[in-house]
């Protein structure tokens, strides 16, 4: 993963690759674990043909006999013994820092346990429909309940809530707290006359909420809250949540959460972000055509993964506008005529879109069944498939089209069309990835966004 510098700006260059021997490796033990575990390999089965998921996806963690797998054997695919996590007395953790893969611990018993990952573990026990006792605090850091166990096979399911390691703490004192962020986020203001006051009180109520609480507990309860947001205003996320939620397992399956921002903001959202605990990963320039650009950002306690979106001019690719505030434009290109339409993503409008991981063709079909159309994939490679639900159209506010046309951002037309039928605003992403790719496909995206463009049929300099 090599990095350079460009200028006098330390900006990361990222070289995501592919590992199909690390992902071979494991895909092994999970179809040996499915084969000797009929509960898990039945759920395995619901997960494809009732939710569109793959059990792969939803899996938070592995834990191997010492004598099935070698911590060479995993090293020579890329995983790295990480010492500093909380894990149970003997067990060795590793982890991929190239790829997207889940954690293996290696133990000296002989037990093989697959951990999975739901959203709410309550939910995902109510669901099994089993009387099934769970270790830890309701709301602490880390949840887990013994599910299946058929001879050596345990099969299993953790919550975390803003905690990395793989040990269950007997003492939680700040699950009051966590409620209360989660309340707070769940409620917070999110409509402001005035955009700077906005952000400003947006920040602050990350800083002292974070004096209260650690930071990436602070991080799970606010993207908890997001998603339940975007989720209100979006039908393809709406069904689809229901099909995962008739097995319990929420949006344990995201990938990424996708922000808009103008121009003027975007350095204030990512300070935000940055308060939060996320590291800025790679800069994300869709082309010359394109005209628009993001920042990925990375919770590695949480993994949780941002994309956030701004306007670019094409001079601007080299610039980076992370830290460096951009000069004003009377242009506005696909993302900013989206938030002046619907806010500011962080604010009034909410997430454009949640990416999770799918069976790429297989929710394709099950959702036109629900009568949820997908746009054309915009990447259709081995290793990363994507494809946005058909736009939900949201109302615009009448004033502050009025303000639009006034100055000039919009055309009559498009006034009067947003008036009547409203203005596309967020999506349901379709991804599947394969081989632990990490990145995202720089190139063909800018196809996807000029037909997402809010605007629809011109977008006004």
Request: glycine content about 6%.
């Amino acid at each position: 993963m090599p990095m350079k510098s460009a200028n006098k700006e330390v900006m990361k260059k990222f070289d995501w690759r592919l590992y199909p021997h690390a992902e071979k490796l494991l895909a092994q033990h999970i179809e040996i674990f499915l084969r000797n575990n009929d509960f898990a390999r039945n759920l395995s089965l619901r997960m494809e043909q009732e939710a569109s998921t793959r059990f792969f996806d939803w899996i938070d963690h592995v834990v191997l006999p010492e004598n099935i797998l070698s911590a060479k054997a995993i090293e020579d695919v890329g995983f790295q013994q990480i010492e500093h996590l909380e894990a149970p007395t003997g067990m060795k953790v590793f982890e991929h820092p190239g790829g997207i893969f889940f954690p293996v611990l290696l133990s000296p018993k002989s037990l093989i346990e697959v951990v999975l990952k739901p959203e709410r573990l309550d939910h995902f026990i109510q669901a099994m429909g089993q009387s099934i006792s769970t270790e830890g605090a309701i709301c602490g850091p880390y949840r887990k309940a013994l599910i299946s166990i058929q001879n050596n096979y345990v099969f299993s399911a953790a919550e975390r809530r803003g905690f990395r390691g793989f040990l269950v703490s007997q003492e939680v004192n700040d699950t009051q707290e966590y409620q209360q962020a989660l309340e707070t986020f769940f409620c917070r203001q999110r409509y402001y006359e005035n955009l700077e006051e906005g952000m400003d009180a947006t920040q602050k109520l990350m800083e002292d909420t974070c004096k209260k609480l650690k930071p990436a507990r602070v991080t799970d309860a606010f993207f908890r809250a997001e998603r339940t947001y975007w989720e209100r205003r979006n039908r393809a996320a709406q069904i689809q949540k229901a099909r995962q939620d008739r097995l319990g397992l929420g949006w344990g399956n995201h990938d990424h959460h996708t922000y808009r921002s103008s121009r003027v903001n975007f350095t204030r959202l990512i300070k935000i972000f940055e308060t939060l605990g996320f590291i800025c990963r790679e800069q994300f320039f869709a082309g010359e055509e394109a005209g628009w650009g993001a920042q990925v950002l990375e919770h590695q306690e949480c993994k949780i993964v941002l994309f956030a979106d701004i306007d670019l001019l094409k001079e601007e690719r080299d610039v980076n506008f992370t830290r460096q505030g951009l000069k004003q434009t009377t242009r506005r290109g696909t993302v900013g005529l989206w938030v002046e339409l619907h806010g500011e993503s962080v604010l009034q409008a909410g997430l454009h879109h949640l990416a999770a991981r799918f069976d790429f063709e297989k929710l394709r079909t099950d959702l036109k069944q629900s009568n949820v159309n997908t746009m054309n994939p915009f990447s259709c490679f081995e290793f990363l498939k994507q494809a946005f639900t058909e736009g939900e159209m949201w109302h615009v506010d009448t004033e502050r089209l009025d303000g639009l046309l006034e100055k000039g951002a919009v055309t009559r037309t498009q006034y009067k069309t947003f008036l009547k039928a409203g203005a596309i605003g967020g999506h349901l992403e379709n991804i599947q990835r394969a081989m632990g790719f990490k990145g995202f496909n720089q190139h063909s995206v800018s196809a996807i966004i000029k037909a997402t463009d809010p605007g629809g049929f011109e977008v006004v300099s």
